[in-house]
């Protein structure tokens, strides 16, 4: 029987997210581990030669899975097989001095998690500036704002873009705190104390505590520990994974709102290059991709509570209780997180805006949203107010009946009170109230400008993330 | 009938959380926000004279529930109500101008947050200093450190605590993030366009803008939202929510650890001075607060899927799907984490420790983690490896089966090790080196004066935290 | 300072449910208990007399919190106090024999727990019929089915609201399998030995057994555990919850589609008798009591999760660190579901539905529905398969982008397709198409039909559910 | 690269489960269902012949994923390219008739979590039986039993056992229903009005019905769906993992307290065949495979929520926002609860009970629990009540602070109390009291008969569970 896949892997994470967590990626990254302990040990004194490091980093990336799986059936213990593996590709012995099989293990997926924050990072900012590109695009085009999803005021739909792109900004510095205090449990030993190391360094503690910020120098890693156990506190898988939940929100809020705007068709998800739609049914653009952006933010939020069920749960110095549940949780937030980041620069790239329709939603609604202004420019016509209240509350309402009872298809409001002579007001004083009304946007584009300066400062700051492209999605 | 009171504020929260969430703590930071506008508001040219602003000042903490219960019952508006309340106590018609009803209840509810979050702060930095001075105070007990809840290696108590302690600092540095990040919605107006109070001040987009700082000024609030909708971004709430369950992390593993060390009477979490327990089993001191402790994380952990079931939600520029949902969730993480800490300060002030009865643990469990030692020993001694392997396996072995089938009651091994010919070893030489073994706590002291230093420094940036006392508790 | 209400009950849930909740309610159920046992100790040869019984009976529903409140405060124990409050209003002392306070306390809960299930049952057979009710008045309007959220067949709004009433009917039929398996904890002493009531009887298994059964059946309730310790098991107390959580499934996804029903105006949620839309806004009919009922199903999927979080979590025969989560999510989690039946009761009594929306809105799509019938009828008339296909499908585009790009406002599918000489298909066999088109509705009638009776069958063997009304909402 | 392997498929799951869920498996439950549909089909009328039914049924289990592919690769239409793969092999084109692509795919997932179920019943009836047979076994071994996690009362290990196994009953008795009364969603087609079906019988509605009854009855389903959109209500998803999560409770109470035992080496979960435990180190028996029972369910419990997050969710007929949480969710929920039963099943076969050190802590802790009955002996002596309980107070306490300070290392209560002249109790009496009093456990015994009674039921009832063997675990 063939494997059964990872199904996130398989089908919507990128290389870059899966070839960290693949076989090989691991052990690569563990490969990176060794060396980086090689270094700093050597750098306190110990005695490893120079050549000997540069042997072990010249054959790091020769990785047969096969071969170690072959090592591990003979003796029977995976970490002892890795060892042996890299050591005879190199023709040393010098890894994993005074390393207990934690030493490697913590610190190999904690490398996991940190190279993943990275490469989210950057696929945020990216998807960020890409949202922030479509709403300059639309910067200028009135729409209808809905509350309750119902029409309520004119905004733009720029700005609408502008205020999801502001909750994914929110996720980001959430996701850059994270990693610049990001901490390395460090070579702590069976149960914390450091014993092994200091044993190797003849009870030097100075140099233990220099050791361990060497590697994670030599890593890339902000931050260490000081006082942890066995294990790591699991509390801090729970902050990691409750910030890619955090960070898919604005996609998530942007994706149900598309699918929203696309029951109205004012907008669309649009349709890949290859991909074409039922040609009998050309309305049917369905927001599949938006769907599957809300469905990973759904795992995503299962995942936070399988985070949580760790965080807080530590007994003494530890256990493997944690153990299966990081093995499922940890890769599959990245590939949910990815999934939905690479899904959503899809949709940005590909989503397809309806000017015409959006400016007939207006012209329905736009009437009802400016009543208020309509009485207060009979009452400047010398009306009472009284009196206009009365009669354009009878219009609107007669308005709205007709539409729902289907006696008439427009809204009819202007013309009703136009005709109206209680009212003193004239069709094309009307017809300039909703003109200037429409554009009562207030802060709307002032907003997106902010937003999109914003974005600037994160690319800025993170050039690589205007490089990223998505892959292809199914 | 009675009210049904929440149970969380009733029983657990302190006076200084509760106050916050309370119908007068509300008005209080309502008539605050009120306050604030109109300051703001004035400095930018609208007409409000500074006597009127003194005599809301004057005012604000008058707050009679049942005057405004009176008034929403003549209105039937609620927000109505308070406005017209306070300013018959003032005098004045100042307040609200500008102003839509979320304009109110979406910063008034953030400021409850952002005060919570400042009390939580000095809260956990005082537990954190608890669990520091426990850890000193027991720094150099030797204690047996175990893992999968079985003996593993000599440690200190002091240690453990500090790993607790760390854990909990780190959740410290996350919240410390989020209150120094956390944006406030601001005068955005029905749909985010900022429209009425840019009709206010004439169209002036930068006395707008210049407003929503100043009123950020007046509250003490870091940082505002820029593009918003008629509700903040609700990954935000998600964001406190985890963040509470985070800290709460922490005092969670330590209590769960403290419960085990119970069940073999290491340490017990004491009793309140008017507490007694049983005097007739005076053995079973309960741990009630610690599973207390547990407990209330459990609840947050359920706060985190309510506050997650908001994030990546909106609906267009919002509606009040998240409304019930937030008047269960705000307040109640709050009375939770609340209760948490304050459980958790008493039962770090009425800790017993039984040093008697750990180091009987110690004697039992270290011959078996020294057997290494010994076998080292023997070899130095002149006895062949393999030899003295067999010898010393056969003797853990024999004394494990011995203390399991009852025949011994004491750990033999030292006995049995220093009666056999084969190694070498005298009784004199197994007890020092039993002396010594149980010294090699590693790094342990190190890590405990260093986890307390990061105490130290917390108590120095925020010196209030040093006077927070425990309420009682039940 | 006032106390803090429980919000769920103060402003959401009805009296059915609270009373059950309030201190009051659990004093009564408390001495309901108490009079079941003494009745079963009596019926089984203890000596307790049937006056004595009498007149615990006469003075069960004299609740005087007031004087417990003083009890407890003179002797510090809230068990005995409510022991003395009730000995003394009967004038005798046979309560609370051979029962330790888990016996109670744990007793009284399930009690609490199953009364307040056979409320929701009532409700929610209400809540079914009154779906169906709406169902079987709307069974012969002719809706467009949306999947992705675009129009998709002609189906009935009446089939659309059966299909929801389905989804709460499963719940349902979950909700009476749990009422009828409820498994009761019983008097089973300190740690589920049951040997304070085998003491009481002088070592009579049997007796003991047989007085179990007979509390049962005073108290109404189906089963009891055998063989628990101090506490029943807690994934009790989660299969209620999920039960609860599931129930709110149906009405939640029936409020969801309704609120997008009403952003195309083609229903509302109505407004109550007193309530009265913004006259100046009267399009204005927002969802909001939908939005409620979704925002409580909200936190009944985080009540979940708290009640998971207690589920496999025993420590040896039982401790309290499942205590204050319980005191938080049993009430609540009824106290919302409550709420949610309540709000839908409410919402299926006031919607409103506009026929002539649902019309336009069928004439808009419909003709795109129907392309592969003009196709098949074309052919039918000898008109060549492929040119025929090319032929609608250019006009189905040619429509689809004429209503997106402004061009034109009417679907026109029909009059280019009549237009079109390589089709042969005049305009009157297209409207006569166009109406047997919108009639294809399968067995959307006979579905209806189907999930009604099934409603009757509940209503025969409830018929209290007939009764239930909704009390009047926020 | 190689794919990332389904880590919960490839470690823990068994092949009954894997099987199901592998493509290979998805094809064949895929066929069983074409297959059923012909032959209900064929009964109803419809023209397939009898051997063309045959044919297909002859290839089902000619399955070539690679082939299937390859087609797919062509014709880019999943459905499609499975359709002509099983027509080509069968030499027939019969399948799929009437049938949309949901049709096929709701329905055959149903089968796969039909089958699962199936799985899962007859190995929770082997867990919870051999969880009896352990009960049995040690029904007479006295133990402490313990509350707070600190000692209570006298029970037995088998009693305690059976506690969790009733736990475990529960949930069966949950499942049971929910496989009892799965209803399947059937051949409704696009939007659920069953139109094409109907269309295919000639408008024959009792035929459509008919069709659904028997095609139900071919696959061994229980019930249908009437009224359901384009999706069956994934309410049914959540009711399904939650009752997996429940199935996971009383295992996971189970190795929660077999984690604590080992800590006092009350007992052990004993090692495999092949494994052995460090041989310098042999108390270390690491309760490895409970720690993992208990991460089973942590995983379950985000499934829970994941589940939670699809349910009250539907818009309209539905759409695809819930697909790729249901690819995750529904096999990964079946391959934790199937690891956690093996690994369950894997523990109550390898455990070890270590009675001398159950009975050393009876010992230890019985003198506290007997001094009621101490008390109760020197008043019939002829001691005074107030003299009596002051004598026995002042030795609890000075014999638990012996204990505690190290002065004395086994418990001295009853040397001391013999040894007491005010309360004339000899130690003979004494010891008399104490042997007695350690066999107070009540129903213990009958307990343990009951529950195991309850197995032997389910066993009748499912006899291949009797013959259920865990596979090797890692």
Redesign the interface.
Known sequence: ????????????AS?AI??I????GKVRLERELWIAVMKAQRELGLDIPAEAIADYERVRDSID?ASIARRERQTRHDVKARIDEFCELAGHEHIHKGMTSRDLTENVEQLQIFRSLEVIRLKSIAAFAALCDRARENRDIILT???????????TLG??L??????LA??L??LE??IQ?Y?VRGLK???????DQ?NLFGGD?MK??ALESQIAHHLGLPAA??????VY????D??VV?TL??L??????FA??L??M????LASEGFSPGQTGS??????????SC??I??????L??????A??????????????????R???L??AFFALD?LLETTLTVLRQMEV????I??ETER?LP??L??TF?MEAVKNGVGRETAHEA??EH??AA?RG?????V?ENDVLKRIAGDSRLNLSRARLDELFAAGAN?????T???N??AA?ANDWLAKYPAAAGVQPGEIL
Chains 1, 2, 3, 4 share one sequence.
């Open positions: 029987m063939n494997p059964i896949p990872n199904v996130l892997a398989e089908r919507y290389p899966t070839g967590w693949s076989p090989e899975t704002a809905r509350t309750h999803n119902v029409a309520a005021q004119p905004t700005k609408r502008a205020m999801f792109a502001e909750e929110g996720g510095t959430a705190h994270l205090s901490p030993g069976a149960t914390g104390t450091q014993l200091i503690f233990v505590s520990f000081i006082a942890v156990g066995q506190p699991r509390s801090l729970f902050r409750s939940c955090d898919g929100s604005g996609p998530s809020s149900k709102t699918r929203l696309a029951g109205h068709e040609s009998a049914m050309p309305h049917k653009m369905n927001s599949r769907e599957r809300n469905g990973f933010h759904t795992i939020k299962g995942h936070v509570t399988m949580a069920g760790l965080a807080g749960d530590q007994w003494n110095e530890g256990d493997v209780s944690c153990s299966v549940v093995r499922v949780v890769p599959d999934g309806f000017p015409a329709v400016a007939r609604y009802f949203l009543t208020t009485l354009i509350k609107a309402i709205v539409l729902r009872d289907g006696s298809t009562k946007t207030g802060a709307a002032v907003q997106v902010a937003i914003l």
